[in-house]
């Protein structure tokens, strides 16, 4: 059991890390070369309403959790077999 909770938790860092680059790319693209200095690139989504508008935000948001229950769907399904 503490292994299924340890592998869990190690599979929820490792989602984060990859959405964190995700975010990070995404800003880049976009030309927020500066989200380092701002706050290490852990904007939320209501700083990111301020640079992008209300919809901006509310589409990072959207993004970042649809991303998440995708991978943790993932994760349960790989768990089934």
Known sequence: MNGD????????IQIKKNMDNLKKEIAGELGYNNVK??????LSS???GVYAGPVGG?????LVKR????LISKYHEDKKI
């Open 46 to 48: 209501k700083t990111i």
């Open 5 to 12: 909770i340890s592998e869990y938790l190690q599979k929820k």
């Open 58 to 62: 509310f589409m990072v948001k959207d």
């Open 37 to 42: 200095i701002l706050n290490g690139g852990d």
């Open 67 to 70: 991303g998440e229950e995708t």
